[in-house]
């Protein structure tokens, strides 16, 4: 995996580093993150909702991450899902969910994850991933991207499935938090399932985008996450063949990922819907 960064200041950086970098964060947050739930697991506080909770292990392994990535590039930006912001004096910013899933977490599900991804430009305007690493602790499975440089588990390199009819496809989604929220995607649901082979739903993200790369599942979509859901996954289902788009609507703006053209039929069912 080559290629090269040029940041808005400074000399440009291998995406081999940048990878190793993210790689290594992933996992040793990874690490702490399921050392602590073998621990036991303590409620910190809620967000969105009751049901839309924050553990301290949330809180202690994006400090991790944090202190991590501050050592190695300190003039990079940073954007965690707990609340950690600095701004970048080199156009690069680091995109972090500490743990993917925290609902899974709590529960002891083994479907969550801690997803680390380095944005180009603004996050949450259109800034692409350069880099990205996913790691499923539980599994041990380390999921990992460069712009270019293709989408990996492992040694293994990943490809989308292709050639996929709609009414065959495999479908993941997610839900919000929001009761009301959720009775409406539920509807959308309603619909798709009986146009598709069948529908999933594992509760993480950026795993969900993972499981599209690896042909685990055939496109995913879900309404209005953020960036720190995704910044890792698109660029892992991108360079496994796959797209990753963000579409307006009526209703909340929804993403898709896939192989391009099934998730062009997919985008195309959800605007019928309602979506």
Known sequence: MGGAVHPIEGAPVSHDHLIELATSVAVGAGELALARRRAGVTVAATKSSAEDIVTEADREVEALIRSRIAAARPDDGFLGEEGDEAESRTGLTWVVDPIDGTVNYFYDRPAWSVSVALVEGDPRAGGRAVVGAVFNPVGGELFRASRGGGAWLGERRLQVNADVPLELALVATGYAYQAETRIRQASIVEGVIGRVRDARRIGSAALELCDVAAGR??????NELSPWDYAAGALIVEEAGGSFDI?????????????????ERLRALLVELGQ
């Open 217 to 222: 599942t055939d496109v995913y979509y879900e």
């Open 247 to 263: 579409h307006p609507s009526d209703g909340m703006a929804f993403m898709v990922a896939g192989e391009p053209a099934l998730a």
